[in-house]
């Protein structure tokens, strides 16, 4: 299967995953409105949550995925199982051990990422109950993000990908059964996420069991291959987990403020939509697929297809950033506005909407940037830049806070994903390892100009749609249908029409052949 196509089915599973993540959230908000009873989970959730995205989307994809791909393609099925085995049991061992620790000082860790319940006991020992039932969801999806690692190595990556599905079905049907108390309904939602994690390993084990590499503790060998993992893996966490890392001290602070930690993560929900089905697919499928062209020397069609992909996700994320920027307010009351979840709440979750949409192309460019840096062994560079990216969020999350309270928060996240993408892709320009090409800065500036008259055109509309909106679930979901089908068409008709575009070269990228076939058909339309 060509990458473009499994771009596409990665994409394609991640957004039915998101649209049972919508539900779950909108279940949310609907049954616990303004009670702050949401702010409790989405903090007790909070670290559980981090872990995910650092060991799914980060660590062991940038360091474990290289490694077994060598040892699988160099060493054999049977060497790379062992190593797989290693690192399973190492990890179980680890994660364990981190589960007992944390159980014990719970309080603590809610004092620390949440210091602004402190003035609620009630609030603040209910976020302590909550950790202490979701916390153990680290260990159960840590080892299915390894079992992944192991399947995206091997291109099987459904099985992967539609894991997450399980975490919004087990939330949701918690919900609808407990929904009658809202007090009743927080725990059982904690309860669903912890029991989701055991569903999600098993799927994943299974799957991995379907293609002859089970998985199961042994006696851990730390052998060379182990303790490069481990060395690799320090700085992959930094790198990689800077989105998340930026969320957790941005909630930290926002805990001050009542509903803030939830205005937040009910935008980041929604701007999370296209970064997943955009960012994490092509990173998911990016990595292997550079770490096989360097192994086998073809650096100039790794370059070729770091630029595709980047003229790619520009076409995508541009576009999306600006509608959602222009038109958040439609999208808040149509997804949210309903049940307890008030008219004045979707004012302000757009409000934040807004503003978190413009870090979406520059985190969707993180994911290509360090995939680049992953694929050749070197972690270090990515989690330097990640640091300094964290102490950017840090200074202005606490300079901003003070002037323009939570939305300041969501203006020093974009600050710092934008310093993070920019200055990966300096420091690769500069090492050499990519120079945007003819392609890339023909087609950009069309993109963006395309974009930005899509963008003043839903302006224009928007503000004759709202008036409308909030009376009818329907007409809210009818007039936002519009404005997307709207906005969509004409920014692909200025696309095409600015040749931002072409039929005949996008044809030809997703053409069915293998990674060599592709690579080459795509420098033959470039050099023409």
């Known amino acids: 299967m060509s990458m473009f196509k499994s771009v596409a089915a990665v994409g394609s599973l991640t957004f039915v995953s998101r649209i049972f993540g919508y539900i779950r959230d909108v279940l949310i908000g609907s049954i616990f409105g303004d009670s702050g009873i949401s702010d409790v989970f989405f903090q007790a959730f909070r670290l559980p949550n981090i872990f995910r995205s650092l060991f799914a989307e980060g660590a062991l994809n940038s360091a474990f995925v290289p490694i077994f791909s060598r040892i699988h393609h160099q060493e054999g099925s049977k060497s790379a199982l062992d190593f797989a085995r290693d690192v399973f049991t190492f990890l179980a061992i680890l994660l364990t051990i981190l589960i007992v620790i944390f159980e014990v000082f719970m309080p603590t860790v809610i004092g620390v990422l949440a210091p602004g319940f402190k003035s609620n006991p009630e609030k603040f020992q209910m976020a302590i109950e ?18 992944a690692g192991i399947l995206n190595s091997l291109n099987q990556f459904a099985a992967a990908t539609a894991a997450p599905i399980l975490l919004n079905l087990f939330c949701i049907f918690a919900l609808m059964f407990f929904a009658a108390h809202q007090d009743t309904a927080g725990y059982a939602l904690s309860w669903g996420c912890m029991f989701a994690g055991i569903a999600q390993l098993a799927w994943v084990m299974i799957a991995c069991r379907r293609i002859n590499m089970p998985l199961k503790l042994r006696k851990i060998e730390f052998t060379p291959q182990l303790k490069t993992l481990l060395k690799k893996m320090g700085p992959g966490i930094a790198s990689s987990g800077v989105y998340q890392i930026n969320l957790v001290v941005s909630t930290m602070i926002a ?51 770091q630029n595709r992909v980047l003229q790619f996700s520009f076409s995508l994320t541009l576009p999306a950033a600006i509608a959602f920027y222009t038109i958040s307010l439609p999208i808040v009351i149509t997804l949210f506005q309903h049940g307890h979840f008030t008219a004045a709440m979707s004012k302000e979750v757009a409000c934040v909407l807004s503003i978190y949409s413009l870090c979406l192309p520059s985190n969707v460019m993180v994911k290509i940037f360090a995939t680049s840096f992953f694929s050749r062994g070197n972690t270090e560079t990515p989690m330097k830049v990640a640091l300094i990216s964290i102490g ?83 007409v809210d979901f009818l007039l936002l249908v519009a404005l997307m089908i709207t906005g969509f068409s004409i920014y692909l008709f200025l696309v095409v029409m600015f040749k931002g575009f072409v039929y005949q070269e996008f044809k030809k990228e997703l053409k069915d052949s293998s990674d060599e076939q592709l690579i080459d058909e795509l420098i033959k339309v470039e050099l023409k």
């Open 255 to 305: 805990s001050y403020v009542p509903l803030a930690v939830s205005y937040l993560a009910w935008a980041d929900r929604i701007n999370q939509f296209p970064l997943s089905i955009i960012g994490i697919a092509i990173g998911t499928v990016l990595l292997p697929l550079l770490t096989r062209q360097l192994a086998s020397g073809k650096h100039e069609r790794a370059s070729h297809v």
């Open 130 to 147: 909550f950790g202490h039932i979701v916390f153990p969801y680290i260990l159960f999806i840590s080892l299915s993000a390894l079992c």
């Open 392 to 474: 950017t969020n840090l200074v202005f999350t606490l300079i901003l806070f003070q002037f323009f309270s939570y939305y300041g928060i969501a203006w020093a996240a974009v600050i710092s994903s934008w310093t993070n993408s920019l200055s990966l892709g300096f420091l690769l320009h500069k090492k050499g390892f990519f120079t945007p090409d003819q392609g890339l800065r023909k087609k950009l500036p069309r993109i963006v100009l395309a974009a930005f008259m899509m963008g003043g055109f839903l302006h224009f509309i928007t503000s004759y749609v709202v008036p409308y909106l909030g009376r009818s679930i329907l």
